[in-house]
Nanobody, 126 residues
Framework: VQLQASGGGLVQAGDSLRLSCAAS????????MGWFRQAPGKEREFVAA????????NYAGSVKGRFTISRDNAKNMVYLQMNSLKPEDTAVYYC????????????????????WGQGTLVTVSS
């Protein structure tokens, strides 16, 4: 499994960014997809997850209403639209895939997730 996240950058508070993740999975549409982030000196944390069909989503409370996750199963892509960015959103963002139901993401240990890819850095200045 290869996961390549992109789209990060340096923005100001209140700006928007759209992250993309290209996944090389044999059966992409069989997996829930999602995003985690890791800020400097902090543990990796759940951000958002989307069901295999794209019909259902799950968000961390800190991003709900500001971030939107989506996927394109025809292109093996998952996206994270981030609006109203805050300095506390600064982190390296990682995408991942799992057969774990997307609604459980955020409440299980990180070792339930296998592949992370290299991540993309998002820096939000105040």
């Amino acid at each position: 499994v290869q996961l390549q996240a992109s789209g990060g950058g340096l923005v100001q508070a209140g700006d928007s960014l759209r992250l993309s993740c290209a996944a090389s999975l044999r059966s992409f549409s069989d997996y829930a997809m999602g995003w985690f982030r890791q800020a400097p000196g902090k543990e990796r944390e759940f951000v958002a997850a989307i069901s295999w069909s794209g019909g259902s989503t799950n968000y961390a409370g800190s991003v709900k209403g500001r971030f939107t996750i989506s996927r394109d199963n025809a292109k093996n892509m998952v996206y994270l639209q981030m609006n109203s960015l805050k300095p506390e959103d600064t982190a390296v963002y990682y995408c991942t895939a799992s057969d774990l139901h997307h609604a459980r993401w955020g409440s299980v240990p990180l070792d339930r997730f296998g592949s992370w890819g290299q991540g993309t850095l998002v820096t939000v200045s105040s």
